[in-house]
């Protein structure tokens, strides 16, 4: 299979449909969803009381500031129509000030050696764009931070 030869691997679980719009899953031993594996990332080359060292600010969705910056790009958006615009103060406003932090947690996971952090790293990055696919060709509209998962033990 061309799946096999691209190294791809769905790890997949059980869904239980209660209604249209809710469910149980599968518990699934050594993963944890995204939001809290950001939430708990740092780094470790800024100074430590930076708010730009801790994930934990871009994962709270209660941030008044956060929001605040969010709700102006959305309101230009709507108002003018103008989504370049729009898109340009979403990065000066939301983005820049939060720079990625998700890569760390590899970097601090995974860091015995060059090799499994590469190995973890390209792991997660095909599995996500492989479900990223299959999500969209079923029609799962509900993907955010909390509803991706990640292995722990192996990204």
């Not at 149980?24 to 944890?32: A, F, K, R, S």
Request: glycine letters at 6%.
């Amino acid at each position: 299979l061309a799946s096999r030869s691209r190294r791809l691997r769905l790890r997949t679980f059980a869904v239980t449909c209660l209604s249209e719009d809710t469910g149980i899953l599968e518990w699934v031993p050594e993963t944890d969803c995204m939001r809290n594996l950001v939430t708990k990332s740092f780094n470790p080359q800024t100074k430590p009381m930076n708010p730009r060292r801790r994930g934990c600010r871009l994962a709270n969705f209660a941030d008044a500031t956060l929001r605040f910056n969010y709700e102006r790009c959305q309101d230009h958006f709507f108002k003018n129509g103008n989504l370049e615009k729009a898109a340009e103060m979403y990065y000066d406003l939301c983005l820049k000030p939060l720079p990625p932090i998700f890569s760390w947690w590899f970097i601090h996971q995974f860091s015995t050696d060059a090799h499994g952090w590469y190995e973890a790293r390209l792991r997660f990055t095909l599995s996500a764009a492989a479900w990223s696919a299959v999500g969209h060709i079923i029609g799962l509209g509900d993907r955010h931070s909390e509803n991706i998962l990640v292995e722990t033990t192996s990204g």
